[in-house]
């Protein structure tokens, strides 16, 4: 079985199906799809990805601009563009999206020895880019006895563990049977390493290995639509350059 993990969609649609049509001669019966969440935000077509991870994915958690959009206080934290944007979605979405939206929970348990979490375990809102944030992370799946924590947020794809940090894609990275591991798999619509390409990742649940992609989509395309819906051209013109 193999777990296809993506997350961090932002309204990018257009990435999104690049993604779709890459995974398919890839995909099996039997083979899982998670989502890690902030399937809005940012992007021209929330309501288009909404529809897609709904109908997709086996499990879907909600990311911090899901819960921005639901709770206008949280808005107050987020930079202006970013509030600019899940403004525009509030107005787009209709109450059904916003239903679905609502009933994704922050964290879940797969029941396979993997949990998915947005930013961390610990903390869905929590952003892990250090070692030290990943070890106090790693105790708390210990507590679990899960040994396998999905998670987003950065935008950064790699895998934390005990022993450091890994990132190297398109070569599968063996997983030992015995140890703790935090993936993140990047965003699919809004990477931040510095790569343009969306970013995803593949469990192989039998072999216990990971492999990272980088597939590229229509920048070109998505930019256009967000001047057109009438959002930042910032948005646009920072996928290009990965940040």
């Known amino acids: 079985m193999k777990y296809f993990v993506i997350s961090d969609i932002h309204s990018n649609y257009d990435a999104l199906k690049a993604f779709a049509d890459f995974i398919?001669?890839?995909f099996s019966a039997g083979d899982v799809l998670f989502?890690?969440?902030?399937?809005?935000?940012?992007g021209p077509e929330p309501s288009e990805c909404i529809s897609w991870i709904a109908d997709k994915c086996d499990y879907v958690i909600s990311g911090n601009h899901e819960r921005m959009l639901l709770d206008k206080t949280l808005r107050e934290f987020a930079n202006d563009i970013a509030r600019r944007a899940i403004e525009w979605a509030d107005e787009k979405l209709s109450g059904g999206e916003k239903s679905y939206l609502k009933k994704l929970p922050d964290m879940a348990d797969t029941g396979m020895r993997i949990i998915l979490a947005h930013g961390s375990p610990e903390d869905p809102d929590e952003y892990i880019l250090r070692h030290s944030q990943a070890m106090s992370a790693i105790t708390m799946m210990r507590t679990l006895k899960r040994s396998i924590c999905f998670f987003g947020h950065t935008h950064i794809p790699g895998i934390f563990s005990e022993a450091g940090y890994s990132y190297v894609p398109g070569v599968k990275i063996n997983l030992e049977k015995d140890n703790y591991?935090?993936?993140?798999?990047?965003?699919?619509?809004?990477?931040?390493?510095?790569d343009s390409r969306s970013s995803f990742c593949i469990l192989d649940g039998d072999m216990l290995d990971v492999t990272?992609?980088?597939?590229?989509y229509d920048i070109d395309?998505?930019?256009r639509k967000i001047k057109e819906a009438g959002l930042p051209i910032e948005l646009?013109?920072?996928?290009?350059?990965?940040?």
């Open 221 to 223: 395309n998505v930019s």
């Open 181 to 194: 591991y935090l993936i993140n798999p990047g965003s699919i619509g809004q990477p931040r390493d510095r």
């Open 212 to 216: 990272f992609y980088r597939i590229p």
């Open 35 to 42: 989502c890690l969440g902030d399937l809005i935000g940012y």
């Open 24 to 26: 398919k001669p890839l």
């Open 236 to 243: 646009g013109e920072r996928l290009y350059f990965g940040v």
